[in-house]
């Protein structure tokens, strides 16, 4: 796997499955931002990791997703991880649901 390096410390290369519409949405907040697409995924899975009780969305159906590729900190991609599991879904579902939120698309029905 591929990594960088940052001041604070290692971001490996992570993959993730998201739908078009959302990571073209992530990569034009990102460009407006002055951030890198990663940059803003890891802002998000901190911020909802820090959350007592996280919401759940149920996505919309018939998304059509492609493999992508962000560099996350192993620490916050392991609790990411961890409570994906918990939550009943993947990583990739949880990040599709942050980044929809966060640029403005449809998440879908509350609940997972």
């Keep these: 796997m591929s990594s960088i390096t940052t001041s604070t410390r290692l971001k490996k290369q992570r993959s993730v499955r998201l739908s078009i519409e959302a990571w073209a949405e992530l990569h034009n907040r990102s460009v ?30 018939g998304l059509v997703k492609r493999t992508r590729a962000i560099y996350i900190a192993d620490q916050g991609w392991a609790a990411a991880k961890r409570l994906s599991r918990l939550q009943g879904r993947t990583l990739s579902a949880m990040l599709e649901q942050l980044v929809r939120g966060y640029v403005g698309l449809a998440l879908g029905q509350p609940g997972g």
Excluded at 40 to 48: G, P
């Design 32 to 61: 407006l931002e002055g951030k890198s697409a990663s940059e803003l995924c890891d802002f998000l899975l901190t911020h909802y990791l820090g959350l007592g009780e996280p919401p759940v969305y149920q996505l919309p159906h």
